[in-house]
């Protein structure tokens, strides 16, 4: 830390120069200090969207979130443990940015039967789109920092994401549980010039990459999704092109809320299986649920059934050995029902590691769903 006299208010104050951007704790003042020649450079395009939630408000989304989700939702409150909220406010750029895409690929023709991969049976086919985004990109080193915000992009289309960046229209409205009141404006267009006072109170993390950095990667995301888009519309892409148009580029604090709980079943379930941590990601303007992990999934319940069946067949056995004999018959039974559940859990659980990155809490997708693209740059 070192300490500075803000360019904006002049009153010292302690810094990290490891951060992009400095902002001065007393005026809100956002700059840059440039090491080798000691200038101060004034930032002005730095805005903040502020939480329209609480650590109350939270906990309610979650409680409304698992009545939503579980079958019995009257079980909620004697099942499920809600053990942490926290709210955050993240820097990020945020790039206006037109992307346009030309594609050339094979098409398979329609009505043909021939096998083979015949040149006859195919006809290219070329096109070109562009979409527009204000496109996100974290300005923190770290984005596995808080859970869930390495992967928020959820296109419409059936497309496997694997960038980190994402659009903010289109995901800063999506995954509303309930229809909140006043949030009719879209979250970019609530952005208030940077100030302290419009975090309401949660902590403002450190600006860390800068918008160089930012700009190159928002390329590289925009890019990889064209690619994955283009594809849709061939069965062989055999040429591609995105070529970009960046309109502008802001720094925009934004409102990030995680609940983490914990589920542990009201019966004798609770001995057995040892709770596990569960988490949720809001983003805290219109409340949205940007990401949710569900409790019990099938393969733990027939994990259980396995062990229930294994401790009844020891059982048996021992009524065979001390009682009859027939009782050994179906304690071979109840072995081999152990058996068979703990291979389907096994291979069900083989299955979920390889989709969990897909894995997206299965919330009813209303307005955010259909504008993905469509936001003016
Ligand atoms: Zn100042």
Same mark, same amino acid.
């Not at 006859?120 to 562009?130: A, C, P, Q, S, V």
């Not at 404006?185 to 975090?199: C, L, M, P």
């Given at each position: ?16 120069? #490891? ?64 053990? !942490? ?76 994401? !694997? ?109 057995? $299986? ?28 027939? $994990? ?53 990155? !897909? ?6 997708? #209303? ?11």
């Amino acid at each position: 830390m070192h300490e500075l006299n803000c360019p904006t208010c002049n009153t010292p104050s302690q810094y990290d120069f #490891k951060n992009y951007l400095l902002v001065c704790s007393f005026c809100s003042a956002t700059f840059r200090f440039h090491l080798d020649s000691g200038e101060k450079e004034v930032y002005n395009d730095h805005y903040i969207i502020p939480t329209t939630m609480d650590a109350g408000s939270v906990k309610n989304l979650v409680q409304e979130w698992l009545r939503r989700m579980h079958h019995q939702p009257g079980a909620i409150s004697k099942e499920y443990f809600i053990t !942490d909220i926290q709210g955050v406010s993240i820097p990020h750029w945020v790039i206006s940015l037109e992307a346009h895409t030309a594609w050339k690929g094979l098409v398979r023709k329609s009505g043909k039967i021939f096998e083979g991969n015949n040149v006859r049976n195919f006809i290219e086919e070329h096109g070109n789109f562009y979409r527009s985004y204000r496109w996100c990109v974290s300005s923190r080193k770290n984005i596995f920092e808080y859970w869930g915000l390495d992967r928020l992009h959820v296109p419409k289309e059936q497309i496997r994401v !694997d960038w980190d960046g994402f659009p903010l229209d289109s995901t800063f409205s999506r995954g509303r549980i309930t229809e909140s009141k006043g949030v009719e404006r879209s979250a970019y267009d609530v952005k208030e010039f940077f100030e302290y006072k419009f975090a309401n109170g949660l902590p403002i993390l450190d600006i860390e990459i800068g918008e160089e950095e930012a700009m190159r990667r928002a390329r590289i995301h925009v890019d990889r999704y064209h690619f994955e888009l283009a594809k849709l519309n061939v069965d062989s892409l055999i040429d591609y092109e995105t070529l970009f148009e960046i309109a502008g580029i802001q720094l925009i604090h934004l409102p990030i809320w995680e609940a983490t709980y914990i589920y542990s079943p009201d019966n004798f379930l609770r001995h057995i $299986q040892a709770p596990k941590e569960r988490n949720l990601v809001f983003e805290g303007y219109t409340s949205g649920v940007l990401k949710g992990e569900l409790a019990v999934i099938r393969q733990d319940k027939l $994990q259980i059934n396995a062990m229930i069946c294994l401790a009844l067949s020891f059982f048996l056995m021992f009524l065979g050995v001390i009682w009859h004999s027939s009782f050994f018959l179906v304690s071979i039974f109840t072995l081999g029902v152990a058996g068979v559940s703990y291979y389907i859990s096994s291979v069900a659980k083989h299955r979920a590691e390889l989709e969990k990155e !897909d894995k997206q809490a299965e919330m009813p997708q #209303k307005s955010g769903a259909g504008k993905l693209g469509k936001s003016a740059a």
